[in-house]
């Protein structure tokens, strides 16, 4: 599915938008001047659907050069390691601080064991190593070709949570992972390193950046008016009121 003239959505868990799998978050692909740069993997279930629908834009699989991850959750990360097997020259980038589960497949860092025992992941999901390329950290400025990526920390959805913010044909457009959703939604899951302040904080400042479009890693991406769904929720982090303090 073609979202603009540069960017591609080539995977996805939603019926009505794009599905390859269940188990796959938004999975984006970007052109440069010199080659292909993906968002986020997908789940790893169905690589061959991703393939398929990269190479029906009729994209030759050596142009894919980079994969930046926004985190190492099962949906978003599993696929990486499959991605390379069908990617000759694809390298990987995610956070320094959870690059070495994604090195060693950790699937209790990333809380897979919970998702299973709650039924959001099938038993048989694996979680496989990924070598990695690149560590990124916060307000580094990555340049692939003639675009330049701006890494966000956001934590909140959990550790090591990044954001991308890339102009390209004079519009902001904000890869926001799971820190923040269509209609100003978050989401929030009993794991040790979701935290909703962060969270909160996070989507403060995502909504600072007044990106054009917003492409989530889930729902439907935003074209437009991208800064209405931001104004939703900040709207609702300003409106919790805290108790009064004792002193």
């Not at 499959?82 to 060693?104: D, F, G, M, Q, T």
């Not at 039924?119 to 692939?144: A, H, I, N, S, T």
């Not at 890339?166 to 040790?192: C, N």
């Amino acid at each position: 599915m073609k979202l603009t003239d540069n960017i591609y959505l080539v995977g996805g868990g939603e019926p009505d938008l794009i599905f390859t799998d269940q188990m796959d978050c938004n999975i984006y692909l970007i052109r440069s001047e010199e080659f292909y740069i993906l968002v986020d993997a997908g789940g790893g279930q169905a690589v061959d659907k991703i393939i398929e629908n990269i190479r029906g834009h009729g994209i030759d699989l050596k142009e894919i050069e980079w994969l930046l991850l926004t985190h190492a959750h099962g949906d978003h990360a599993a696929g990486s390691g499959l991605l390379k097997e069908w990617l000759p020259n694809l390298k990987v980038a995610i956070s320094y601080e959870v690059s070495e589960w994604l090195r060693s497949g950790d699937e209790k860092a990333i809380s897979l064991d919970k998702g299973r025992a709650s039924g959001m992941y099938p038993d048989e999901f694996k979680f496989l190593p990924c070598p990695v390329d690149l560590e990124v950290r916060d307000g580094q400025k990555l340049k692939l070709s003639n675009l330049t990526f701006e890494i966000l920390s956001t934590p909140g959805h959990c550790k090591g949570h990044v954001s991308y913010l890339v102009h390209d044909q004079g519009k902001s457009i904000l890869f926001a992972g799971d820190a923040i959703f269509p209609e100003g939604k978050i989401l929030l899951q009993d794991i040790w390193d979701c935290d909703l302040h962060q969270s909160m904080r996070s989507v403060e400042r995502l909504a600072a950046l007044k990106a054009d479009h917003l492409f989530a890693g889930h729902r439907q991406p935003i074209l437009d008016e991208a800064a209405s769904h931001f104004k939703i929720a900040t709207d609702r982090i300003a409106s919790v009121v805290a108790p009064w303090n004792l002193f």
